[in-house]
């Protein structure tokens, strides 16, 4: 068994009834040949970037399987002959594709996760504390008071004594 993902639109003249059918039986043709579906995600209408079949808009479906490489002519096949599908396309993920989609998956959940700790300890902070640098008022660098007058330092410079 191989992981396969198909992109299917289905027409947006059908009501959600419908597009729940097809969905239903294509998910139903992969299972009843030994298939198994992953996830399926109905990303619901979309504008299209062409017109296909005088359609603007369509109702994108994503299914992820694991198939017999031998059942993939027979649900292109299946997608070619129902009518509500305006367009398919099925792609094998190979090991590589998938090792990286984990891989985005960890990072993901990896930031996920600090930033949410980052904003508990924000949360936690306590602005109202009496801290000493809240209130500083010295200067940093040198003290400017003790600066010698310029005039004064004339008469030490001019290399003659």
Do not use: C
Request: net charge negative; no cysteine.
């Amino acid at each position: 068994m191989r992981t396969y993902e198909a992109l299917y639109i289905i027409s947006p003249e059908l009501d959600d009834s419908a597009i729940q059918t097809v969905v239903a039986d294509v998910e139903k043709f992969i299972t009843s040949s030994n298939g198994t579906i992953v996830r399926s995600d109905v990303w619901g209408k979309r504008k299209l970037a062409y017109t296909i079949r005088k359609h603007t808009e369509g109702v994108y479906v994503v299914l992820r399987f694991l198939a017999s490489p031998d059942s993939i002519k027979r649900l292109e096949q299946q997608l070619k002959l129902t009518e509500a599908v305006i367009r398919y396309m099925v792609l094998y993920l190979d090991e590589k594709t998938l090792k990286l989609e984990q891989e985005q998956a960890r990072r993901y959940e990896e930031e996920l996760r600090l930033s949410t700790e980052r904003r508990n300890r924000r949360e936690d902070d306590d602005d109202d504390d009496d801290d000493e640098d809240d209130s500083d008022s010295r200067r940093r660098g040198r003290d400017f008071g003790s600066r010698r007058n310029r005039s004064e330092d004339d008469d030490d410079d001019d290399g003659m004594d």
